[in-house]
């Protein structure tokens, strides 16, 4: 199945290696950027044709190497405009010089979040197979002004190149050969290991729709096989860049729900005394995502992959609950650290 093309992966790091490993089995060369030497030789060991070391900031050089790949995809975060912006102007020099480029973007469905605060659940489904229920968010929605940024090009270059956003929801699982975890359910462990309980903002009834990061991973290589394999003259491309990628269907737990698995798992382990889930006192939101807290972890954001399924892709993944239990929590638990010092997390959240 070698296809003898070039893959240029910028930020090849939860999301992007999990990518990179199933591009590496489908015979594409793949570059990685990356920020260090020692991820470098991670990514190198897992496949990587090549690396190259540099931060997302350095927009001439992400360009030069953009330039000379068929297929860019970025995964490194859905809110640094600039790295985007130098895989942009690479797409449209190629087009100038005739060169079609494929470029997968990575988004989230913090996009469709509301602002719920644990309160409410929202009948609101968003629906990948209709462009405008996405385009209906607000401008000032998390992730959209980046993906405007990319909107606005692609209108311009039509068929010159084929650009597609992945929207993913909150994102679970583990791959042992890379031993990273996701964000939000281990935030909300190592908050109830340091606080005694396990918590959901507000009544904790919101939704989120939800995928194991290898499943993800695969609706990646189906969306670029489906565009390699699709005219860019195609209204399907042309016309929709979307794609949404779950698990859960109708079936999105409610923060309450996560709060429950983590509670009921931490008392089992013998390392709290009550199962049962709690509010959240605003005033310990800093050891959770700070001023973020809320929005991350208590609004509603459900979406269906509908796409993607029509596709032939499918999740086959273990559910959240067991990749929680059988993976995450185990892997917490064997951090040397000191849970009692947790003070939130700080980073950027992926979805």
Known sequence: MASGKKVFIVGPGFIGWNVLDQLVKENYAVTGYVRRQSHADQIKASGATDTVIGDLDDKALITKHALSH?????????????????????????????????????????????????????????????????????????????????????????????IAIMIPPLIYGFNPKHQRISIQIPTLTRYALKHG???????????????????????????????????????????????????????????????????????????????????????????????????????????RAVRLRELGWKPVEKSWKESFAQDELPFILKENVDHKAFSGYKGTVAS
Do not use: M
């Open 70 to 162: 068929d297929i860019i995809i970025h995964t490194a975060t859905a809110d640094h405009l600039p790295s985007a912006e130098a895989i942009l102007d690479a797409v449209q020099q190629r087009a100038e010089k005739g060169l079609n480029t494929i470029y997968i973007h990575t988004s989230g469905t913090s996009l469709l979040c509301d602002d719920a605060a644990g309160n409410y659940k929202s009948d609101k489904v968003y629906h990948d197979n209709v462009a405008a229920e996405v385009d209906s968010v607000s401008d000032n929605a998390p992730h959209r002004q980046i993906d405007l940024a990319i909107l606005k090009v692609k209108k311009q270059l039509g068929e010159k190149a084929k």
């Open 197 to 303: 309980f396990a918590g959901h903002v507000g009544a904790g009834v919101p939704l989120w729709s939800n995928i194991h990061v290898i499943d993800l991973a695969r609706a990646y290589v189906t969306v670029l096989r489906h565009l390699e394999s699709t005219p860019a003259s195609s209204p399907e491309i042309l016309e929709n860049p979307y794609y949404f990628i779950e698990t859960t269907g109708d079936n999105e737990p409610s923060w309450k729900d996560v709060a429950t698995v983590i509670g009921a798992e931490l008392y089992k382990a013998g390392l709290i005394s009550d199962p049962t889930p709690r509010t959240i006192p605003p005033e310990t939101y800093g050891d959770v995502f700070q001023e973020f807290t809320e929005a991350v972890v208590g609004s509603n954001s459900r979406s």
